[in-house]
């Protein structure tokens, strides 16, 4: 069974950077393209990126194009989320999810319980 557990999460002013990270357990970690989504009070959840099985295609939201990177290490079972230029808008909880299929939405097998980012002005 798949566990994915984030942490990085943390307040951060307006304009400042925070490193998102998504450790994979119980499966092989290649095996999984994996994502990154968010959701904000009141909000749906959003999907914000996601990378192939071996790092070499990635794909992110135009809202947050330019200012976030998602990379992986397949050796450390490892997805990050790398978050620059933060804005109050990117406050939300911030999921990882992995999937077998490579997916531009939400709907991924398996997620984690979610990390808080709270960006202040």
């Known amino acids: 069974q798949v566990q994915l557990v984030e942490s990085g999460g943390g307040l951060v002013q307006a304009g400042g950077s925070l490193t998102l990270s998504c450790v994979l357990s119980?499966?092989?970690?290649?095996?999984?393209?994996m994502g990154w989504f968010r959701q904000a009070p009141g909000k749906e959840r959003e999907f914000v990126a996601v990378?192939?099985?071996?790092?070499?295609?990635?794909y992110v939201v135009a809202s947050v194009k330019g200012r976030f990177t998602i990379s992986r290490d397949n050796a450390k079972s490892t997805v990050y989320l790398q978050m620059n230029s933060l804005k109050p808008e990117d406050t939300a909880v911030y999921y990882c999810?992995?999937?077998?299929?490579?997916?531009?939405?939400?709907?991924?097998?398996?997620r984690g319980q979610g990390t808080q980012v709270t960006v202040s002005s």
């Open positions: 990378i192939n099985k071996s790092g070499a295609a990635t």
């Open positions: 999810a992995a999937d077998l299929v490579w997916k531009s939405t939400i709907n991924f097998d398996y």
């Open positions: 119980g499966q092989t970690f290649s095996r999984y393209n």
